[in-house]
């Protein structure tokens, strides 16, 4: 209810029609309806160093709507390898690592979550676009 209200808040009652909404319920019972949905969002904290694509979690998202909606990695703590999510077909639209101790401790990377090679491997494939790859939207 809180999602949709906001939803209604903004899009109605102050006319704001430039937001992408994303959902992050967790739970396809929580999911506000695809009116309310333009990407769909799931939270994942795999065990340290466990690359994998998250396959299941990402079949069981897409089964939350029958339209066709972008599936986004929102937050995680280990970088998936992204040759596995290609070849899994758990095209996760983007991934967002969290902070602190997932990427850095006491001032100096840390592998305790993903190891240097994975990390870099994941930067440097072809289908992880970086900022520095981005256009200047300025």
């Known amino acids: 209810e809180l999602y949709r209200l906001m939803y209604h808040r903004m899009t109605e009652v102050h006319g704001l029609n430039n937001l992408i909404w994303?959902?992050?319920?967790?739970?396809?019972?929580?999911?506000?309806?695809?009116?309310y949905v333009d990407i769909i969002g799931e939270d994942i904290y795999a065990a340290n160093r466990?690359?994998?694509?998250?396959n299941s979690k990402f079949m069981e998202v897409m089964a939350y709507t029958d339209a066709t909606k972008m599936i986004a990695l929102t937050e995680n703590g280990v970088v998936p390898d992204i040759e596995?999510?290609?070849l899994t077909?758990?095209?996760?639209?983007w991934f967002n690592?969290?902070?602190?101790?997932?990427v850095v401790k006491y001032g100096k990377y840390?592998?305790?979550?993903?190891?240097k090679g994975?990390?870099?491997?994941?930067?440097?494939?072809?289908?992880?676009?970086?900022l520095d790859e981005m256009p200047d939207l300025y």
Do not use: C
Request: hydrophobic share 35%; charged share 20%.
């Open 22 to 35: 994303v959902w992050n319920g967790q739970d396809a019972a929580w999911y506000p309806g695809d009116e």
């Open 50 to 54: 466990s690359y994998g694509a998250q």
């Open 84 to 86: 596995q999510m290609i």
């Open 89 to 93: 077909n758990a095209r996760w639209a």
């Open 97 to 102: 690592t969290w902070n602190g101790d997932f």
């Open 110 to 115: 840390s592998e305790t979550y993903t190891e």
């Open 118 to 130: 994975i990390l870099k491997k994941a930067y440097d494939s072809e289908h992880v676009i970086t």
